[in-house]
């Protein structure tokens, strides 16, 4: 298994030291951050990256080239105001964006792309649900028609039922994905969303087919793991080591203080330090 860490959007400059900070250096000081503690990779929002100027992203592009950024993961993929479900759903508009964001995530080696995106994908009220489940298989089949052509895979992030009204435990997102029937839509699993909607470790063996990406964090609080004791993520991992998941685990978690509490994560998971 290996461990990565979602960028943070904070700064790493001394507490009362002002800079201007550009999506690149957003993108490069987390990524040096992340890396330095002991990660394996780094994942970032899909909008970091396409907010990367065309000067920007042939630099970040160019750093990938010399492998000195890792970006293996991109999470929130749809913007709003794109939808999924509902009558504002416009396949037409999400193909182009798809394909315009894939071709823009290959350059850096982006390798997995997270659907959560639950405000695009949540079912609005008085909806039909059926004719919703049947929008999100046409998105998913325009993933997988992108996927193949960038070399990509979509993976679908359950989202507990606070966050959104579908899609919300792994079990049924693993629906989705055999039905889907694609090589390019895989599963993930979030232990913070599968311990807010009780799911039971169980169903990591019945999805270990599809697994290909997994988020953690404290459950409740949802901070690095080990900020609560960590015996819940360590159960998780546990898991996860039994059904052989051999794929990413990214730390996706709250924080207040990105210098101090990468580091504590790293520990927590027995990495040892490059600087």
Do not use: W
Not at 192 to 201: G, I, L, R, S, V
């Amino acid at each position: 298994m290996k461990y990565g860490f979602c960028l943070p959007g904070g700064s790493f400059m001394p507490q009362g030291v002002a800079e201007v900070r550009t999506p690149f250096r957003i993108l490069t000081d987390g990524y040096d951050a992340v890396m330095n503690a002991g990660f394996d990779y780094a994942e970032s929002s899909v909008g970091l990256i396409t907010n990367l100027s065309d000067e920007e992203l042939d630099r970040a592009a160019a750093l990938h080239e010399e492998g000195r950024l890792i970006i293996t993961a991109a999470n929130s993929l749809i913007p709003r105001p794109l939808r999924v479900t509902g009558d504002g759903a416009d396949s037409k508009a999400l193909r182009d964006f798809i394909n315009a964001t894939f071709a823009k995530l290959r350059r850096v080696g982006v390798k997995i792309v997270v659907f959560g995106s639950g405000g695009a994908r949540s079912v609005p009220e008085g909806y039909s649900r059926g004719k919703a489940r049947g929008q999100i298989m046409d998105f998913l089949a325009i993933c997988a028609e992108a996927g193949e052509k960038f070399g990509l895979t979509l993976v679908i992030e359950p989202l507990c039922k606070k966050e959104c009204n579908i899609l919300n435990t792994a079990a049924e997102c693993l629906e989705y994905v055999r039905r889907a029937a694609s090589p390019r839509v895989k599963l993930l699993v979030d232990a913070y969303h599968m311990n807010a909607e009780d799911e039971p470790f169980s169903v990591l063996h019945d999805a270990a087919d599809e697994l290909v990406h997994v988020h953690i964090a404290e459950p409740v609080c949802r901070r690095y793991p080990g900020f609560e004791g960590g015996e819940y993520v360590r159960a998780f991992l546990c898991e996860l080591e039994k059904i052989g998941y051999k794929g990413g685990a990214t730390v996706e978690c709250g924080m207040k203080d990105p210098a101090d509490e990468i580091p504590k994560a790293a520990a927590f998971l027995g990495l040892v330090p490059k600087s």
